[in-house]
Structure formats: structure tokens, C-alpha cells
């Protein structure tokens, strides 16, 4: 069942939001181990038979679950069984039962819908965090995969409105306000994005990771001028960045760079010289 995940490096924590900024919705949420500890195919005899006692284990699970259908070890047991099978399709109408018959579990909850988004059930994923979500409003965990969730599924005003909620309740945390700002750009709303920036820049002039959110913001903005400001933010952002991730926002900077550049229109002569 779920376990702790062990530690990031600070190197992985920096790529992370180094992606976030960049624009790839990388909020993990709920990590509560390797989901799909696959053996994945083999044709090793050893391998061959792990996966057949694995099999085999679940299949009796199932049987005990027919005569007792609430027996959570019987449960457990096929939740496990179907993620070291890399069958996790298989762990979800086992933990929804679990679910039902602890409501109030958290964890099994997150679990759900962490694994329902893995194998591509966004609304059920969404329906869980929800609940999750009513339950406790100030757990940022859950509010952070329940965006993720919603912009997912193109629900970016819902997304929004629910950051916004948040900062009103919580205006001191500079994480949300981040991910806010990263919503907005991505949503073209790039003014709105650019006065989250600045605040956050205000508050840490220290930190990279705004002053690369407000120069890709910029980068996209429909304005020349704005635009125009966006490399010298680049530069900033990568001298202000540690090593690990330095080159990365430079090469994101030449990215922008190509994409903003004018294009060079070559005129045809109608009557070209014999």
C-alpha cells in the first residue's frame, strides 16, 4: 500500500520547477512510492515465474473476494498484486471499495487519484481530489494536483478561481502565487501574470524562478514591446539559477529567441533578369 517516496535531490527539485515555469505541468501531487514496480516483459525464467506466482496470488485474492467482498487484506493484497503486475487498471475497483470502507482515509483517497490519472481517468481523479480538497482547504498538496486535474481537462477558469480563492485565504504563500502566475500566462492573461511575477521577484530578488516565469510570459505576450524586455529577463534568470539548471534556461532563451524573431520575407523580382 502507499509508501514514502524517497527524498529529491535539491538538483530535481530545481528541474521541476524549472519545467513548471516552462510551461509542462509537472505538480506530481500524491507520491506515495513507485506505483508500478513492473517487472515488465522478460523471457527469463526467473521473471516468467515471479510473474506467474504473482498471478496467482491475485487470482486467489479475487476468490476471497467473491465470498467476502468487504475483506480489506484480500483488498490490499490485489491492490499490491496488480501494481507489481504493472496492471495498475486493475488496483482501482479494489481501492475504491477500500475507499468506501474508510472514508475518511486520506491517504487511500490521494492514492486513487493518483492512479486514476495515471492510466488516463482524469474525472475520476477529479471527483476524488475533490472530496479531498472540501475536506481539508489548506492542504496545498491537494490543491495543486486538483489544478493540475482541471487544466488537464481544459477547465482553466476553474483552475483560476481556485488559486485565487486560495491567495485570498492564504496571501502570504508564494508558492501558489506562482503556480497562479504560470495559469495566467499560459491563459494569455499576461498582465495579470507579469504583477504576480514582480511580487514574487519583490519579495526574493534571490530566486530564479520568477524571473524566468515573467520572461517566458513575456516572451509569449502579443505586444512588441513586452517581448522586447523578455532576453534581458532570460539573462538575469540564468545568472541568478545554479549551475544544474543554467543551461537549460538558456537554451529555453534561444527557443524564444527563434520563435520572436522577425522572419526575413524575400521579394521575387516579377520580371527576373534573363
Known amino acids: 500500500m502507499p509508501q514514502s517516496k524517497p527524498q529529491e535531490s535539491p538538483a530535481r527539485k530545481l528541474l521541476n520547477i524549472l519545467l513548471l515555469v516552462v510551461g509542462t505541468v509537472t505538480f506530481l501531487g500524491f507520491s506515495f512510492g513507485p506505483l508500478f514496480q513492473a517487472l515488465g516483459p522478460s523471457e527469463s525464467p526467473e521473471a516468467s515465474l515471479v510473474t506467474e506466482q504473482l498471478r496467482a496470488q491475485a487470482d486467489g485474492y479475487r476468490v476471497v473476494l467473491e ?26 475497483e479494489p481501492l475504491k471499495k477500500l475507499v468506501e470502507l474508510e472514508p475518511e482515509n486520506r491517504q487511500l483517497r490521494a492514492f486513487l487519484a493518483e492512479i486514476q490519472q495515471d492510466t488516463g481517468d ?12 472540501e475536506g481539508d482547504p489548506k492542504d496545498r498538496q491537494v490543491l495543486q494536483q486538483l489544478v493540475d486535474v482541471q487544466l488537464t ?44 511575477y514582480d ?23 502579443t505586444d512588441e514591446n ?16 545554479p549551475p544544474q539548471v543554467r543551461e537549460q534556461i538558456q537554451q529555453q532563451a534561444e527557443i524564444y529567441a527563434q520563435v520572436n524573431r522577425p522572419q526575413t520575407v524575400e521579394r521575387q523580382n516579377d520580371n527576373p533578369t534573363p
Open 199 to 221: 511580487k514574487l521577484i519583490a519579495a526574493d530578488p534571490s530566486d530564479f524562478t520568477p524571473v524566468l516565469g515573467k520572461a517566458i510570459a513575456l516572451s509569449s505576450a
Open 67 to 92: 465470498r467476502e467482498p468487504d475483506n480489506p487484506i484480500a483488498l490490499r493484497g490485489l491492490i499490491d498484486t496488480q501494481l507489481q503486475l504493472n496492471e495498475p487498471q486493475g488496483a482501482i
Open 226 to 241: 513586452l517581448r522586447a524586455k523578455a532576453p534581458e529577463l532570460f539573462e538575469q534568470a540564468a545568472r541568478l539559477a
Open 153 to 196: 481537462l481544459g477547465r482553466t477558469s476553474e483552475a483560476i478561481a481556485l488559486l485565487e480563492k486560495h491567495l485570498e485565504e492564504a496571501p502570504e504563500d508564494n508558492d501558489v502565487r506562482l503556480r497562479l502566475a504560470f495559469v495566467y500566462a499560459r491563459n494569455n492573461q499576461t498582465e495579470k501574470a507579469v504583477v504576480l
Open 122 to 133: 482524469f474525472e475520476g481523479a477529479l471527483e476524488q481530489l475533490q472530496i479531498l480538497y
